[in-house]
């Protein structure tokens, strides 16, 4: 049977997530307005929490990627399944992913950003691994460093599933 353990509580992640809003506010100009850029479909929950907690202007944007579907494992094969709404050229974009593991889908994605001009761009992830790089990425906000382990809930899934779990979780066999 497959089990569950709570690794991250929910009161934790929202107490992360409002910092995370504070750190983002601070850096950019009163009066500016940040366009975030949701990662669909794990960065959900994470895009729809931080916005609560921003006050600044905020505009927002969807992309769509292909993830590991049933797998467990990168293959560093981005496919963009749903492209951004509108052009974000010349604005201050902040891209909001689940996590970053490899880092090979946010390399992918901070190329095709970046490559459409920007004002500024950073990156945000609730859930960072590091000891899982194969690339070097950049990400200016990382909620939580965690170990190598296969996490769900909180919008990030396995084969679809827990997705809606307030919590993150490590999965395992029992
Ligand atoms: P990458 O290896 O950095 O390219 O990660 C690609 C994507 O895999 C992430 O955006 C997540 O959607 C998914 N992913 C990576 N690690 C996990 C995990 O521990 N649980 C659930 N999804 C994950
Ligand atoms: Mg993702």
Redesign the pocket.
């Known amino acids: 049977m497959t089990t569950t353990t709570v690794m991250l509580t929910a009161d934790q992640i929202q107490k992360r997530i409002r910092g995370l809003a504070a750190e983002i506010e601070q850096d950019y100009g009163a009066g500016e307005e940040i366009h975030l850029v949701g990662?669909l479909k794990?960065?959900f929950m994470f895009m729809a929490d931080l916005v609560r907690s921003m006050s600044t202007r905020v505009t927002l944007d969807f992309m769509a990627?292909s993830?590991?579907g049933k797998e467990?494992t990168?293959s560093?094969q981005?496919r963009v399944l749903k492209d951004l709404d509108s052009n974000v050229e010349g604005r201050h974009v902040i891209i909001v992913?689940?996590?970053?593991?490899?880092?090979?889908?946010?390399?992918y994605l901070q190329d095709l950003l970046k490559a459409r001009a920007p004002r500024s761009f950073r990156t945000a992830c609730l859930?960072s691994?590091p000891s899982?790089r194969?690339v070097n990425v950049a990400v200016e906000y990382t909620g939580f460093t965690i170990e190598d382990?296969?996490?769900?809930g909180y919008g990030?899934?396995?084969a679809e599933k827990y997705r809606n779990l307030p919590y993150i979780a490590v999965?395992g066999d029992s």
Do not use: A, C, P, Q
């Not at 992913?97 to 390399?107: P, S």
């Not at 382990?149 to 769900?152: G, S, T």
């Open positions: 990662v794990g960065g990627v993830s590991y467990t990168s560093g981005v992913e689940d996590i970053v593991d490899t880092g090979l889908t946010l390399h859930l691994k899982r194969k382990k296969f996490v769900v990030l899934d396995y999965l």
